[in-house]
Structures are given as C-alpha cells and as structure tokens.
C-alpha cells in the first residue's frame, strides 16, 4: 500500500549516484527523485548526463518521480531583507532568471521520463500576506508555463519560503487555481516549523496534495527544530499514512531523512528512517 509506492531522494542516501540507486533496489523502493549528484544540482545536467542518469535508473528496475528542483527559492524582490535556506548548489538568483531556469527544468524532466516538478513561493518576506498578490502572479504564469508543456509543479511547505506551512502553500494553490499545481505536503516540515502536521495541517491541505514527502522531525524544550528518524520525532505517521489512504490519495511517497547520525552517513540516516517507517507501518498493521 504505501510501500508499493515508496521512494528516496538520492542525496539523502549519497552523492554518489551508483551507491544510492544501489541503496534504493536493495530496499525495493519503486522510484527516486533525483536533487543533487555529486555536488552538482539536477538543474545543471548536461543532456550527457541525463542520459548517463536515466539509464542506471531504469537498468535498477526504478523510475524518476520528480526533479527536487531549486525553482523560486528566490528574493521577491532582492532591495527587501527576507530569510533564506538551502539552495543545494545554486547560487541566489532574480525571479526572471528562475523563469528561464524552469524551462530547461521541465526539458530535464522530460528527459528523464518524468512528469513532476518541486518548487517554492519565494525566500519569507517578514511579513508575506503583504505579497500575496506578487506570489500568486508569478505561480500562475508558472502554472500555465507547466500547464502548456504537460508537467505538474509541486508547492511545498518549506519554511523558508512564504509558502512555508500548510495554510499558506493551500491558499496559494488554491488562489493560482491550476491542474498543473498541487501541494506537496511534508508533514515534517510543518513540524519542524513548530506547527502540528496531523491533523491540523493535514486538513488544511486535504485534497490538494499531488505528491507526499517522509521526514520526522520535533522541536526541543529550548525550541530548537529537529530532523530525526521516522518514529523519534512529534509526526504522528501511522495516522497520518492512513488518513491519506482513506482519504482516496493515489500518489507517491519519498523518503528525505534530512538526519545524519552523529558520526554516521546520510545512507545510514535514511536506513534508519526506512526502519522507523516499516516498524510503524507494520505494527499498527497488525492490531
């Protein structure tokens, strides 16, 4: 049910890409949605490379089911102080640049037989309902942009951006009112953020949601946030998973630990997640 449809972003395994797509066909995930190789980010692929990609993707019996791209993590407007977070490799650029960057993302998409695109609603202004009218704006032309190439983009809540819990990546998809724009929900990052992701995000985001991210997270009694293993933080999964299911979801689920142990790896961050994932799954199951 939900593990027919699992998968990892591979830099959440590795860098290197033979190690996590071997880390993937060993796990028996289904598909792996690719961020950053080698240091290097999705959006700079080479055609080469992409070639290169997508064959020891579908040699493993996998499939792309997304580019994690870097899209509108960007100043509104650069004259403005607004907060920041990771950009994987990309360095701060104007909301035009990420416009011509987006349509060589959708062709990188396409050549790596996906359908799906991650993007953002801009670095947090301090106060973002102020900019409400701006985001939406530029969302729609992006919608229309992915619309007219056949891609879906994919909001999600990320706390950096002005679309950084659920109420606001809804309105938004809402507001842009777009087939080719939906939510993608990560209940750990509502979180980490210091907001419950179940139920009270999930509701705000129920019927919205067109692809599901998987990381645990909690925030600590001197209110410091925390990534860790599913199982160890405040998401309550087991309900969470099967509210989606009842609730009619039929897309997929990636696996961003966003956790390494102290003195450990990424892999075994994400090993440890994948475990935390299948003993809850399994025990509830079983009651």
Not at 138 to 155: D, P, S
Not at 242 to 252: F, K, P
Request: charged share 30%; net charge negative.
């Amino acid at each position: 049910m939900i593990f027919d449809r699992l998968g990892v972003l591979t830099d959440e395994v590795s860098q290197n890409i033979t190690e996590a797509f071997d880390w993937a066909e060993r796990n028996r995930m289904k598909h792996v949605e690719i961020r950053m190789v080698d240091g290097k980010n999705i959006a700079d692929f080479s055609d080469k490379e992409l070639e290169q990609l997508l064959f020891e993707v579908e040699k493993r019996d996998l499939f792309v089911s997304g580019i994690a791209s870097p899209l509108f993590k960007c100043a509104l407007d650069p004259s403005r102080p607004v907060a920041s977070g990771d950009t994987f490799g990309q360095i701060e650029e104007s909301v035009e640049n990420h416009f011509l960057k987006l349509e060589r993302v959708i062709e990188i998409c396409k050549k790596l037989k996906s359908d799906k695109i991650r993007i953002f609603s801009f670095w947090r202004e301090e106060n973002p309902s102020l900019y409400n009218a701006d985001i939406i704006e530029h969302l729609k032309k992006a919608a229309k942009i992915a619309e007219e190439n056949g891609v879906l983009l994919l909001l999600e809540n990320e706390n950096s951006c002005n679309g950084g819990y659920a109420s606001e990546v809804a309105h938004v998809v809402r507001q842009v009112d777009s087939p080719s724009l939906k939510v993608l929900w990560d209940p750990g990052n509502e979180q980490y953020g210091g907001r419950p992701a179940f139920p009270e995000g999930y509701e705000e985001v129920r019927g919205l949601i067109g692809h599901v991210h998987l990381k645990d997270a909690f925030v600590d009694e001197k209110g410091q946030s925390r990534c860790v293993p599913i199982g160890e933080g405040s998401v309550p999964f087991f309900d969470q998973l099967q509210a989606l299911i009842n609730d009619g979801y039929e897309g997929l689920f990636t696996i961003e630990t966003h956790y390494i142990p102290e003195g450990g790896t990424a892999k075994e961050g994400t090993q440890m997640t994948l475990e935390g994932l299948q003993k809850i799954w399994g025990v509830e199951c079983e009651k």
